[in-house]
């Protein structure tokens, strides 16, 4: 298998607690298929903003050209040859 560039966008709940207030987002996660894209994007913004599941709704999850990301951890990773541990 070889592994994609997918763009996840959605809205997280921030402030849940004080003023609910519903943000867009996109992020772009490297993964084999879009269902391992969505639990990254849910580890990673759970982490980052201190949210659970059910405060992260996904909108869309599409495979993006490379050319598209504006990333450049992904971009960096996406043009290793090989990776030496």
């Known amino acids: 298998?070889?592994?994609?560039?997918?763009?996840v966008e959605g809205r997280i709940l921030i402030g849940h607690d004080r003023k609910p207030e519903w943000?867009?987002?996109?992020?772009?996660?490297?993964?084999?298929?879009?269902e391992h894209a969505l639990e990254r994007v849910y580890s990673e913004l759970g982490s980052r903003h201190k949210l659970k599941r059910a405060?992260?709704?996904v909108e869309s999850?599409?495979?993006?050209?490379?050319?598209?990301?504006?990333?450049?951890?992904?971009?960096?990773?996406?043009?290793?040859?090989?990776?030496v541990r």
């Open 1 to 7: 298998m070889e592994v994609k560039v997918y763009s």
């Open 23 to 34: 943000r867009k987002f996109k992020v772009y996660v490297r993964a084999l298929k879009p």
């Open 55 to 57: 405060h992260i709704k």
């Open 61 to 83: 999850i599409v495979e993006a050209p490379l050319e598209g990301v504006e990333d450049t951890r992904i971009i960096k990773l996406a043009n290793l040859e090989k990776i």
